[in-house]
């Protein structure tokens, strides 16, 4: 049987997405603790993929994951998930809200939960968790010294035998999470017509027009951009890289060429992957980006550099 990994422990998110998406389909699950670790199992070859968070809709990026995916062996995007998040504060039975002095959940949770945590738990002292359901789970197990309740997707309490203090405590009903399915490079998924392709791009050098000529080489070929986001490099103070997904597939003539111009203007890009996107929605192209447009340009500069000028 295969295996796939998700951020864990059993009852997160990352599951939950995992379990939506068709190519893990009747696989092993393996849950791991952090980031890191889920993609630490796919480099060693030990799963086929992993399912991490990415994106959330209120709080931005996962930074931990887009770092990740920047550094260390390559790996690609193969697929991608989004699901909307719904929370609950859950507790030990027998556990009241007026017991709750500390609550436990990751960042992410917390900060879409702020709202309600000042109205209802002004006092209670926030700790970090490498994801809702760690949390749930060292609720659970006992091991807890320092909070009495845990924010968790709703089915965690469910799973860990806890009881639901309050549900629904995200201060917005709208929030969504994304999640990328991760595996080793290889052959990419096939080109759908409504596709997204992520990209790491590290500067030559900073100076005035940097990152306009990163965006040029997409604005010129009618390439969209979903997400840009800058990162530290870790290298020195003030030097950053970018995270950006743009419409597309690499095999679509708009995509290629711009990666081909980006080779040139940075110092590194690496791929991370063309795939379909979870909303199925495709590129609105203006005149001169399509790929038959390409083949057509492509096809007049032969002619004119084997000396048939005339025929334009």
Same mark, same amino acid.
């Given at each position: 049987?295969?295996?796939?990994?998700?951020?864990?422990?059993?009852?997160?998110?990352?599951?939950?997405?995992?379990?939506?998406?068709?190519? %893990?389909?009747? *696989?092993?699950?393996?849950?791991?603790?952090?980031?890191?670790?889920?993609?630490?199992?796919?480099?060693?070859?030990?799963?086929?993929?992993?399912?991490?968070?990415?994106?959330?809709?209120?709080?931005?990026?996962?930074?931990?994951?887009?770092?990740?995916?920047?550094?260390?062996?390559?790996?690609?995007?193969?697929?991608?998930?989004?699901?909307?998040?719904?929370?609950?504060?859950?507790?030990?039975?027998?556990?009241?809200?007026?017991?709750?002095?500390?609550?436990?959940?990751?960042?992410? &949770?917390?900060?879409?939960?702020?709202?309600?945590? *000042?109205?209802?738990?002004?006092?209670?002292?926030?700790?970090?968790?490498?994801?809702?359901?760690?949390?749930? %789970?060292?609720?659970? %197990?006992?091991?807890?010294?320092?909070?009495?309740?845990?924010?968790?997707?709703?089915?965690?309490?469910?799973?860990?035998?806890?009881?639901?203090?309050?549900?629904?405590?995200?201060?917005?009903?709208?929030?969504?999470?994304?999640?990328?399915?991760?595996?080793?490079?290889?052959?990419?998924?096939?080109?759908?017509?409504?596709?997204?392709?992520?990209?790491?791009?590290?500067?030559?050098?900073?100076?005035?027009? *940097?990152?306009?000529?990163?965006?040029?080489?997409?604005?010129?070929?009618?390439?969209?951009?979903?997400?840009?986001?800058?990162?530290?490099?870790?290298?020195?103070?003030?030097?950053?890289?970018?995270?950006?997904?743009?419409?597309?597939?690499?095999?679509?003539?708009?995509?290629?060429?711009?990666?081909?111009?980006?080779?040139?203007?940075?110092?590194?890009?690496?791929?991370?992957?063309?795939?379909?996107?979870?909303?199925?929605?495709?590129?609105?192209?203006?005149?001169?980006?399509?790929?038959?447009?390409?083949?057509? %340009?492509? &096809?007049?500069?032969?002619?004119?550099?084997?000396?048939?000028?005339?025929?334009?």
């Amino acid at each position: 049987m295969t295996a796939y990994a998700y951020l864990g422990p059993a009852g997160t998110f990352s599951e939950a997405a995992l379990r939506a998406v068709p190519q %893990a389909a009747g *696989a092993r699950f393996v849950p791991c603790a952090t980031v890191t670790t889920a993609l630490q199992e796919v480099r060693a070859g030990r799963v086929v993929a992993a399912m991490v968070p990415i994106e959330n809709s209120v709080e931005g990026p996962v930074s931990t994951t887009q770092d990740e995916l920047a550094q260390g062996a390559p790996v690609v995007i193969i697929a991608e998930w989004a699901l909307p998040v719904r929370f609950a504060l859950m507790a030990r039975p027998g556990t009241t809200l007026a017991d709750v002095r500390g609550v436990a959940t990751h960042p992410h &949770a917390l900060a879409q939960c702020r709202g309600w945590l *000042a109205e209802n738990l002004p006092e209670a002292l926030a700790i970090p968790a490498a994801s809702t359901a760690a949390a749930a %789970a060292a609720l659970a %197990a006992g091991d807890h010294p320092g909070f009495e309740a845990a924010i968790a997707d709703p089915l965690a309490a469910s799973t860990y035998q806890l009881d639901t203090l309050a549900d629904g405590i995200g201060d917005n009903d709208e929030a969504w999470t994304r999640f990328v399915l991760v595996a080793q490079p290889g052959e990419l998924p096939p080109a759908t017509g409504a596709d997204k392709t992520t990209l790491v791009l590290f500067m030559r050098e900073d100076h005035p027009g *940097a990152l306009l000529a990163i965006l040029t080489e997409f604005a010129v070929r009618g390439v969209n951009l979903t997400r840009i986001e800058s990162r530290p490099t870790r290298k020195a103070l003030g030097d950053y890289y970018f995270s950006v997904d743009c419409e597309g597939h690499i095999d679509d003539a708009r995509v290629g060429e711009a990666l081909m111009g980006l080779r040139r203007v940075c110092a590194e890009v690496r791929f991370l992957g063309s795939y379909a996107r979870h909303d199925g929605k495709e590129p609105l192209l203006r005149h001169g980006v399509t790929d038959d447009d390409y083949t057509d %340009a492509a &096809a007049w500069l032969s002619r004119i550099r084997a000396g048939n000028h005339r025929r334009g």
